[in-house]
């Protein structure tokens, strides 16, 4: 199967909105936090199959 157009945008956006919930949610439970402890480079696991056995 090929790529889908459009499908990685649509996940950047869907990301950066399910991101600002989390941000949100934290900030709510924990004032005051640090939050710049939240940015990381996306995950380095291409294969989550790999990533399951790991665990």
Known sequence: ???IPGARE???RLGRALWA???ELIDDLTPG???RLLFLDEP???DWQQ???LT
Do not use: K, T
């Open 51 to 53: 990533a399951a056995n």
């Open 1 to 3: 199967m090929g790529p």
């Open 44 to 46: 380095r696991i291409v």
């Open 10 to 12: 649509e996940l950047d």
């Open 33 to 35: 936090s640090d939050l």
């Open 21 to 23: 919930q989390l941000v």
